[in-house]
Structures are given as C-alpha cells and as structure tokens.
T-cell receptor, first 113, second 110 residues
Framework: DQQVKQNSPSLSVQEGRISILNCDYTNSMFDYFLWYKKYPAEGPTFLISISSIKDKNEDGRFTVFLNKSAKHLSLHIVPSQPGDSAVYFC????????????FGQGTELSVKP | DAGITQSPRHKVTETGTPVTLRCHQTENHRYMYWYRQDPGHGLRLIHYSYGVKDTDKGEVSDGYSVSRSKTEDFLLTLESATSSQTSVYFCAIQGNNEQYFGPGTRLTVT
C-alpha cells in the first residue's frame, strides 16, 4: 500500500525551462508535505515544504503546489539548471505523530545544457 | 550541515552475522530516525527515537533493533543479516517539521 506515489521515475528537461515533478497521495490525514533532493552518494537534502492549509509555497526558483481535493502536489523549478539534476523525493507527514514521514519512490531529474 | 555523521560509510558482511550501524548528531535533537533506501521504494522508516531509551517501530522494522543510550547516538542493529537487508541506510534528525539526513551507510550482505 503505497500512500505516497511518484509515478514518473525520470524526467528530462532543457536548461532554462521549467521542471515539473509530481506526487500523489492517498491518505487524507497527511497535513504537511515536503520535497527532498538527493545527489548520488549523499543524503537527501530538504528543499521546500507546504502545510495542508496552503495551496502554494515559494522559495526562490522552487515552488510547491498542493491540490488537496485531488490529493496531488507538484514541485516547479524555474528556470532549471544543470546542477538541479538529482533524484527528487516527495514526503508526507501528520503533525504530532513523531515526525514520521512517508516517502515517494523518487523521480530522477536530468537537466540538459 | 546538520551535524550528523554515520559510521561505517560502507560495509560488506556475510549472511547471518550481526551488524551495528551508528548515527551521531551534534545538535542535541530529541527525535532521530533510521531509514533504508531501495530502488523503487524511496526511503522507508525502520525505527525512530523520541528520546533517550524511547524508541518505536517504523514501517519496515522486522529484523532490526535500535538503541539510544545517549541523546547524540542512535544505533541500528541487524541481529542476523540477510541478503534482503542489502541497502543504503540513512539516519535523520528532526528540525521543525523537516528532517535532516546523514550521508548514509551502504551495506552489502553476501
């Protein structure tokens, strides 16, 4: 039972264009969501998060959108840069439950010069 | 840099042997976590700790145990390693709602 799903294993984008990474969830109890970026041989690094009371959160080139009715969130990267090439994981959690996170399978983003 | 180290960074062991992985933090965080990362599965929570001597199971805890005798150290033990436990193991600490991860330990069970 995969509560958080990233259905695209990989995505290739041209430098300067927009990258859109998608994530779906099934558990309506989730009330916050996060995106992580992971380079090979390193631990995941936190990128951006959003609470379920919001529908958008922006931080520089990164914007996360949340559609609660569709149980869907997306990460937009504009403009994409070659250094953004990495695996991106979405994750979801419930407040006051020990900080436990459920992760998606990851999407490998390749940004081509 | 969230002040998290993991040791060893790489380990090869034989089926049936015990293995202990160590996570050390310098930030005095209360919550610590162990995850494993496998292709097609993302990261899955094994165990977590909410204080010294306070631990609980995650979604894939079978075959693993943990201990936390000091705030800064969280140990993951495979009592009798199996090939299905070949994976990359990450430790994490809790920030506000986000978690910060260590560099990982690549474990191979032959």
């Amino acid at each position: 039972d995969q509560q958080v799903k990233q259905n695209s294993p990989s995505l290739s984008v041209q430098e300067g264009r927009i990258s859109i990474l998608n994530c779906d969830y099934t558990n309506s109890m989730f009330d916050y969501f996060l995106w992580y970026k992971k380079y090979p041989a390193e631990g995941p690094t936190f990128l951006i998060s959003i609470s379920s009371i919001k529908d958008k959160n922006e931080d520089g080139r990164f914007t996360v959108f949340l559609n609660k009715s569709a149980k869907h969130l997306s990460l937009h990267i504009v403009p994409s840069q070659p250094g953004d090439s990495a695996v991106y994981f979405c994750a979801a959690g419930v407040y006051n439950q020990g900080g436990k996170l459920i992760f998606g399978q990851g999407t490998e983003l390749s940004v081509k010069p | 840099d969230a002040g998290i180290t993991q040791s060893p960074r790489h380990k090869v062991t034989e089926t049936g042997t015990p293995v202990t992985l160590r996570c050390h933090q310098t930030e005095n965080h209360r919550y610590m976590y162990w995850y494993r990362q496998d292709p097609g599965h993302g990261l899955r929570l094994i165990h977590y700790s909410y204080g010294v001597k306070d631990t609980d199971k995650g979604e894939v805890s079978d075959g693993y145990s943990v201990s936390r005798s000091k705030t800064e150290d969280f140990l993951l033990t495979l009592e009798s390693a199996t090939s299905s436990q070949t994976s990359v193991y990450f430790c994490a600490i809790q920030g506000n709602n986000e978690q910060y991860f260590g560099p990982g330990t690549r474990l191979t069970v032959t």
